[in-house]
């Protein structure tokens, strides 16, 4: 069975800090991870995804994240958070070629000017 | 650039009652799904939909739900007999192709209220 683990309902980070969000998963099998955010009264959306090619996959809006299998890791990272950045964001899994995604509980992130 | 839409953006029924919850996929997108998500709980997948039949479905998705394409355009959600423990955001997202390695879009949810 997938699951992940956001680590962090609430983050807060002041404008031009490094933003980190922290994502752990579980998966019996290699797993796809994936990245969505959502601004208020908006749908998800993709902001990057890992599908077994490499390691670090840049997304968009400056976004990154590091597969990292030894710690069963996908953290989100921003050098320098600005002030439209500030939505929740879900770590998802899935297993490949399934239909459906395994999400986590979400982070909100906010950006203190 | 073309959007997944739900409709209503909020529902608000009595328990027992049925409620459809309505969602326009991007056009050309083959695949369609529910999502729901209890408020403070995790996002958790409901059903998929291809080439008009249920082609996933998670243990959630029991005999009080059911999924239809009437129109060609619409992706629908129903509830026969909504319970309390039903009240929650749904999404609606369609890809175009299957699986997971294409993209999933997701509608903006509708809220879901059983009182």
């Known amino acids: 069975a997938q699951s992940v683990t956001q680590l962090g309902s609430h983050v807060s980070v002041s404008e031009g800090a490094l933003v980190l969000l922290r994502c752990n998963y579980s998966?019996?099998?290699?797993?796809?991870l994936f990245w969505y955010v959502q601004y208020p009264n908006q749908g998800l959306q993709l902001l990057l995804k890992?599908?077994?090619?490499?390691?670090l996959v840049k997304g968009i809006n400056g976004f990154e994240a590091e597969f990292k299998k030894s710690e069963t890791s996908f953290h989100l990272t921003k050098p320098s958070a600005h002030m439209s950045d500030a939505a929740e964001y879900f770590c998802a899994v899935s297993e490949s070629g399934a239909n459906n995604l395994f999400f986590g509980t979400g982070t909100r992130l906010t950006v203190i000017p | 650039e073309p959007e997944v839409t739900q409709t209503p953006s909020h529902q608000v029924t009595q328990m027992g009652q049925e409620v459809i919850l309505r969602c326009v996929p991007i056009s050309n997108h083959l695949y369609f799904y529910w999502y729901r998500q209890i408020l403070g709980q995790k996002v958790e997948f409901l059903v998929s939909?291809?080439?008009?039949?249920?082609?996933?479905k998670s243990e959630i998705f029991d005999d009080q739900f059911s999924v239809e394409r009437p129109d060609g355009s619409n992706f629908t959600l129903k509830i026969r007999s909504t319970k309390l423990e039903d009240s929650a955001m749904y999404f609606c997202a369609s890809s175009l192709d299957r699986g997971t390695t294409d993209t999933q879009y997701f509608g903006p949810g509708t809220r879901l209220t059983v009182l």
């Open positions: 890992y599908t077994s090619a490499a390691t």
């Open positions: 998966s019996s099998v290699p797993p796809y």
């Open positions: 939909f291809y080439n008009n039949e249920i082609s996933e």
